[in-house]
């Protein structure tokens, strides 16, 4: 067990160290990804970004899915609504930035392989700064098996809106797991 704790802060080490070594234009911290099971065709990623002059993460890719975005969750009329952040994600110069389960995170869907814990998966964040100059950041982020954050929306299950998936708005408990696992609950 002391090895693969070992492991893993070796990763997230090296996750801050990749994005640095390269000169990029954010600083990645406390990187990871949620781990997932067979059949699970989504999961989310999550990390702190830190921007020293400003600009906006305006896209994401992984060769582990079809599609990846980063979306923001936020209660909307009593229902917990998730979607894509149009338009990219505001980093203002020297604030950091999470990037968490239940709030901002990164949606990594149509998975072409589950998703094993104490393995990395590559993320290539791109970044425009406030100049308009576009970058990419690429990291290998670690999975992790973490149980979601029980908060007072913890059970929005039953009115979990969808529809920026292509699912209905309503999904029950039980749909919303096997479509999504734990992988955007708070």
């Given at each position: ?62 060769p582990a899915a079809a599609v990846v975005q980063v979306h923001e969750m936020k209660m909307e009329g009593g229902v917990m609504k998730m979607g894509e952040v149009k338009g990219g994600l505001d980093l203002p110069a020297g604030k950091a930035v999470a990037l968490q389960p239940g709030g ?83």
């Amino acid at each position: 067990m002391k090895l693969k704790s070992l492991m893993m802060a070796v990763a997230l080490a090296a996750t801050a160290l990749t994005a640095l070594a390269a000169g990029a234009p954010v600083e990645v911290d406390n990187a990871w990804v949620r781990a997932t099971v067979k059949g699970q065709m989504a999961t989310g990623a999550f990390m702190t970004l830190t921007s020293d002059h400003g600009g906006k993460l305006v896209g994401v890719s992984s060769p582990a899915a079809a599609v990846v975005q980063v979306h923001e969750m936020k209660m909307e009329g009593g229902v917990m609504k998730m979607g894509e952040v149009k338009g990219g994600l505001d980093l203002p110069a020297g604030k950091a930035v999470a990037l968490q389960p239940g709030g901002f995170h990164i949606m990594m869907m149509d998975l072409k392989a589950p998703l094993a814990a104490s393995t990395t998966v590559p993320l290539t964040l791109i970044v425009k700064d406030d100049q308009g100059i576009e970058s990419k950041v690429d990291v290998q982020v670690p999975v992790a098996v973490k149980a979601p954050k029980a908060t007072k929306g913890a059970a929005h299950a039953d009115s979990m809106n969808h529809a920026a998936h292509g699912k209905p708005a309503a999904m029950d408990r039980a749909a919303h797991g096997a479509q999504h696992g734990a992988s955007h609950a708070q």
